[in-house]
Each structure stands twice: as C-alpha cells, then as structure tokens.
C-alpha cells in the first residue's frame, strides 16, 4: 500500500546511544519532514527536506541530524541520546515542496524511550 | 511568527450533541488552515483544509470549519456527536506561497460519552 513507512515503531535507549529512525515514502512526494509530538504542545517540526540533497531546520532542530539522499528515504539520526528526546515522532511527506495548501500525509509514528 | 491556539485539552459532549472544537491563529499573511484527526496509536489524516475561496469548509465524516479572518478563527463544528470520533484533533496553520511546514495547536482530545 502505498504510504509513509517508519521503522521502528518502539525503541528504548539509554542515554548517550545513537540511533536512526527510519521514514520511506513511495508516493515520489518532494517534500518530507520529521515532527516529535509531545503531551500538551502538539506536533513540533524538527527538520524537513524539499527533495533530495536539500534539508532545512525546522523549529526543534537541536540533537537532530537528517540528509536526503533519494526521494524515497529520509531517516533522522539521534547522535547522543537524551530523556529530553523522549517522544513519538511522525514523519509525514506531501506532493510538491511549493504550496503550503499541500495536505501532509503522515506515517504511523516511532515511539522512543531515553532512559 | 506564526502561531495556533486551541482552546480547551480535553472536550467531553454526549453521543449525538454538538461538537465544537475551538482554533485561533496568528499570521502576518494570509494562511492556510488545516484540521487533522489523530485516532489512538496512529498518524494524523486531514479532517478539511482552507485554502481560498469559500470560508466554511466541509471536510469528512460530517465536520465542517469556518474561517473567520476579522476574529482569526477556524473553529471545527460537527452537528451530531458519534462514539467513533473521540479522537484527538490538530488545527494547524501554513503560510502561502511557503513549504509545508504546519505549524499546530497543542490539540484537543475529544471523549464522547453515551
């Protein structure tokens, strides 16, 4: 089915480790970006990509490292793990990069632990 | 910069009555507005979105939003309450002509009781 894919969907790690969470899209959308969504402040953008080889800080970027190599793929890397980043996180992509009316299709969310 | 006020956590009606789900925004340009819907341990799907045009939007499910530019509201309206939409539910703002980067309310959680 066609859609956003994120892996994993549960994680737990202790503080200092590193991970990736993964995000794949094969709706050829230009745009896609990374939210964490926390209790009582909704859904914080973190980074975003307008296509590949192109990302940009949104507005929680720090302890957050993306690229974009292809289309499909746009994973998001934790260098340094802390409670902080304690949070579900969504990644969610749209079809052109160049309107705002664009409706963001979401993924069903990775939901991490930092201890 | 802009910004996305809803007002009220956690919204409890009967089955059948009125919903009403409350959203103020702020932007220094003419945005676009947005509602999604998050059922539990899922993303976000679009509920309705303003665009241009007409202000009172209908969207799935039997919701409907107005935008109300001189009050800066999109407040989502649904006229019979059902059991399977207590959910929680994002308004969110984008500025034309920009990328999608939404900006979104804290969210309300909506509990519909018998």
């Known amino acids: 089915n066609a859609g956003v894919t994120q892996t994993p969907k549960f994680q737990v790690l202790k503080t200092g480790q590193s991970m990736t969470l993964q995000c794949a899209q094969d709706?050829?959308?230009?745009?896609m970006s990374w939210y964490r969504q926390d209790p009582g402040m909704g859904l914080r953008l973190i980074h975003y990509?307008?296509?590949?080889?192109?990302?940009d800080q949104g507005e929680v970027p720090n302890g957050y490292n993306v690229s974009r190599s292809t289309t499909e793929d746009f994973p998001l890397r934790l260098l340094s793990a802390a409670p902080s980043q304690t949070s579900v996180y969504f990644c969610?992509?749209?079809?052109?990069?160049?309107?705002?009316?664009?409706?963001?299709?979401f993924g069903a969310g990775s939901r991490l632990t930092v201890l | 910069a802009q910004s996305v006020t809803q007002l009220g956590s956690h919204v409890s009606v009967s089955e059948g009555a009125l919903v009403l789900l409350r959203c103020n925004y702020s932007?220094?340009?003419?945005?676009?507005l947005f509602w999604y819907v998050q059922y539990p341990n899922q993303g976000l799907q679009l509920l309705l979105k303003?665009?241009?045009?007409?202000?009172l939007v209908k969207g799935i499910n039997g919701f409907e939003a107005e935008f109300k530019k001189s009050e800066t509201s999109f407040h989502l309206t649904k006229p019979s309450a059902h059991m399977s939409d207590a959910a929680e539910y994002f308004c969110?703002?984008?500025?034309?002509?920009?990328?999608?980067?939404?900006?979104f309310g804290a969210g309300t959680r909506l509990a519909v009781h018998p």
């Open positions: 709706m050829n959308h230009e745009y």
């Open positions: 303003y665009t241009t045009g007409a202000t």
């Open positions: 932007s220094s340009v003419p945005p676009y």
């Open positions: 969610a992509s749209s079809y052109s990069r160049n309107s705002g009316a664009n409706v963001l299709t």
């Open positions: 969110a703002v984008s500025e034309t002509g920009g990328y999608n980067k939404l900006i």
């Open positions: 990509s307008v296509g590949a080889g192109i990302t």
